[in-house]
DNA sequence: GGCTTATGCGCAG
DNA sequence: TGCGCCTAAGCCA
């Protein structure tokens, strides 16, 4: 591992050289063990991304935080949030706000309901509290809301228990699919199988990104409002409030 | 080539 | 509540 430039390079140098042992992520928080060297936490953020490349990998191309090299390919890590070198109290730290996350398995539901049920705040935020569950999404949260027919302003509350397990599940096939296929596709996922470049255009969403255009089950113009500063999708006919 | 938008979050105020 | 982060993709010309 190395840390080639700029921002983070301080925490970073503690590792530089170190052998890579293991990454694990929660939610949306992702963690590189180095042994007794720690632990560095990335978190992508809005547009952090690892590019991959084969070895050598040749010169780091624009600001790249951290770069990895294995035996045939390596990744360069660009524009995160989050590249830090922590300790396990950190790590604990940070695990300690996090609400359980659909794609891990043996995940419990049970406190991301309990929070649910007694709170007054649209279903729509809830989604999107890490503390409350982690991992979710903005895309995620207007499409399986959409897919449980369950309008976004609804108050937390007023989801019957069977809804809350239903959007639990639904939240796990779609994540599990996204992590399978590498990219988020709701509107049916299985023509992706075994073949990446299937109809590389077609319809991926239900209702994210749709605004004014026809909703896809009912043909009622997809509306989109800001909640919790980010952009908000749904079918005002399809979706009970 | 330029402009816009964004799968997120911490912090100032 | 609004800004800053500062990359990449999509869209338009």
């Known amino acids: 591992m190395s840390s080639p430039q700029g921002r983070f390079t301080e925490g970073a140098a503690a590792v530089n050289g170190r052998t890579f042992v293991k990454a694990h992520a929660w939610g949306k928080h992702l963690f590189h063990d180095y042994g007794p060297a720690g632990v560095v936490h990335v978190h992508l953020g809005l547009y952090g991304t690892f590019t991959e490349l084969p070895v050598p990998m040749g010169l780091p191309i624009g600001q790249v935080r951290m770069r990895i ?9 660009r524009g995160a949030t989050a590249c830090e070198l922590i300790d396990a109290p950190q790590v604990d730290a940070i695990l300690a706000r996090l ?13 991301a309901f ?3 049920a007694k709170s007054r705040r649209p279903i729509g935020a809830l989604l999107m509290d890490q503390k409350v569950m982690s991992g979710v999404g903005n895309v995620y949260r207007s499409e399986v809301l959409f897919r449980q027919r369950i309008d976004p302003y609804r108050e ?8 809350l397990v239903a959007l639990w599940g639904e939240l796990v096939d779609r994540m599990r699919v996204g ?4 990219k988020i596709v709701i509107v049916d996922p299985e023509h992706d199988r ?7 255009d077609r319809p991926r969403t239900y209702v ?22 980010r952009n908000l999708f749904w079918c005002p006919s ?4």
């Open 179 to 182: 992590l399978r296929i590498g």
């Open 156 to 163: 937390g509350g007023r989801l019957d228990p069977e809804q």
């Open 99 to 111: 609400g359980p996350d659909p794609l891990r398995p043996r995940s419990d539901p049970a406190p």
């Open 238 to 241: 399809c979706q009970i409030r």
């Open 114 to 116: 309990e929070r649910i």
């Open 69 to 77: 090299e294995g035996a045939e390919f390596g990744t360069d890590l």
């Open 208 to 229: 994210y990104r749709r605004a004014g255009a026809p909703c896809r089950v009912c043909g009622t113009p997809i509306l989109t409002a800001e909640m919790d500063a």
């Open 194 to 200: 075994g073949d990446p470049s299937y109809a590389p």
